[in-house]
């Protein structure tokens, strides 16, 4: 398989930070410790040369696939031998609830099923034009600041990326606005975003375990909040029923009618609950998180920022019909396309193999962790050129048709493929286009950032950046 292609441009090319993978195999206790501080520091040379790695560790039997193939089997042909593992659903469950992306089996299937029509293409594109006006606010918040002082990129843009939220699926239905919010969800995965050693170990689930506790005030935060919003929406459609087109109603009202299209149910009050958390928490903080990096590399590389420029000038007129055109803002979806590779949202990806099975000639045993790492597969060897360095190119029309389906994972792949993707690529795209078109952005930390996984993949301690208003 032919690797993805870049330009031959040795001396252009940038490197951005991430972790220095080493040889020496990790000890047990070295190994619990930087699963607890930085997952993305366990990757040995190994794992970013080999297709498959496999072997026993503190995690038990685990195997590392970053084989185009074998992850297609493993995520599309053979899915439903490969649930999500007990670790995972230990971390997302306490704050997603009994979400999309938490249950499994015939819950999950009718989940999906009866949510799946409330973001078809024609439907989120729909909700394009209402994206516009929560970003220009903010873009107009940032341009109030005085000149050159030193802003946190990563709370504007989760800012940003609540407000789309709340006026597109929610109609500003949450009390306490985005701040309250983006407190709340950076307290969870900061918290419980955290591997803990003891759940690791298998240890009973009456010893406390300190990230759930410090997690305990956000947690209960998002409780009130979707009690409340549920509440009230339905005390509202006794007086004013929602309107008799699709189009027109948000995402809570479609969650509220919702029937599978199997059986005529709808979502109980804990599932509408639970599935707005989930598109809020994961939608709103992992598009948060790829504008955060795509504005750094961006920020880092003039040659690309010139282009960007070039392209928010030239649909400054009307950039959603442009975002949704496809063909005007190739290298602003690039750079989106690019930062997600080097900085995938979704770091990680964990399932147990429920029977015994066979991958590129490898065995699976019963019980065995199968781990599918986008951060790894992003950055594998064999499968892109140049690939710890940033070249949003490879995303252009003609090159991005040589990258294998299943070698780029930014949102999943197969049956659990996010549901939300192609709403998060509009928003992406057009608050991208919109920000450089008003700034250019410079990186003010003194050391380069950190990438840190905590579910999320996040820049550890915030991207210091200014930012110089264009006109």
């Not at 040795?10 to 997952?39: F, H, V, Y």
């Not at 690939?387 to 040589?402: D, H, K, N, S």
Request: proline letters at 8%.
């Amino acid at each position: 398989m032919a690797l993805s292609e870049v330009p031959a441009e040795p001396s252009k090319r940038r490197t951005p930070p991430a972790p220095i993978p080493g040889d020496r195999q990790l000890g047990r206790l070295e190994l619990l410790l930087r699963l607890r501080r930085n997952p993305l520091t366990i990757w040995r040379h190994q794992h970013f040369q080999d297709p498959i790695v496999a072997g026993k560790s503190v995690l038990g039997y685990g195997v590392v696939i970053s084989d185009p193939a074998a992850i297609r089997h493993v995520l599309v042909e053979n899915n439903a031998n490969y649930p999500k593992d007990a670790l995972q659903k230990t971390i997302l469950a306490p704050g997603l609830g009994q979400g999309l992306l938490t249950v499994e089996g015939d819950a999950w299937k009718r989940a999906r099923r009866t949510l799946a029509p409330l973001f078809t293409p024609r439907r989120v594109e729909a909700l394009a034009a209402r994206m516009l006006p929560p970003i220009a606010s903010q873009v107009a918040r940032m341009a109030q600041r005085r000149a050159g002082r030193i802003v946190d990129i990563g709370e504007d843009m989760t800012r940003l990326t609540y407000d789309v939220l709340a006026e597109t699926l929610f109609s500003n239905a949450i009390a306490g606005g985005a701040v309250a919010f983006g407190q709340a969800l950076t307290r969870y995965f900061a918290t419980q975003g955290r591997i803990d050693p003891l759940d690791i170990l298998g240890a009973p689930a009456w010893i406390p375990r300190i990230g759930r506790i410090r997690a305990r005030s956000a947690i209960d935060f998002f409780e009130r909040q979707i009690e409340e919003i549920v509440t009230d929406r339905q005390t509202l459609r006794l007086s004013q029923p929602p309107s008799a087109d699709p189009h027109a109603r948000d995402l809570l009202d479609a969650l509220l009618d919702a029937r599978d299209p199997e059986t005529g149910t709808g979502l109980t009050d804990a599932e509408v609950g639970a599935n707005i958390v989930t598109f809020i928490g994961a939608g709103h903080e992992t598009t948060a998180n790829a504008l955060t990096w795509s504005l750094y590399l961006v920020a880092m590389a003039d040659d690309v920022r010139e282009r960007l420029e070039a392209e928010a000038d030239a649909v400054a007129a009307d950039p959603v019909a442009a975002v949704l055109a496809g063909d005007r803002l190739t290298m602003t979806r690039a750079v989106i396309e690019e930062a997600m590779r080097l900085y995938p949202p979704v770091p990680s990806l964990s399932r147990v193999a429920i029977a015994e099975d066979q991958v590129g000639g490898v065995a699976i045993p019963k019980g065995a962790l199968v781990i599918i790492s986008p951060y790894v597969l992003h950055r594998h060897r064999s499968l892109w050129t140049a690939p710890t360095q940033f070249w949003p190119e490879r995303f252009l029309p003609g090159a991005r048709e040589t990258i294998d389906r299943y070698a780029y994972l930014p949102f999943g792949a197969g049956p659990r493929v996010c549901i939300g993707q192609h709403f998060a690529m509009i928003e992406a795209v057009l608050s991208l286009t919109q920000l450089i078109g008003a700034f250019r952005f410079e990186y003010a930390g003194s050391d380069p950032p950190v990438p840190q996984q905590r579910i999320t993949l996040r820049p550890q301690g915030g991207m210091p950046m200014k930012l110089r208003a264009r006109r």
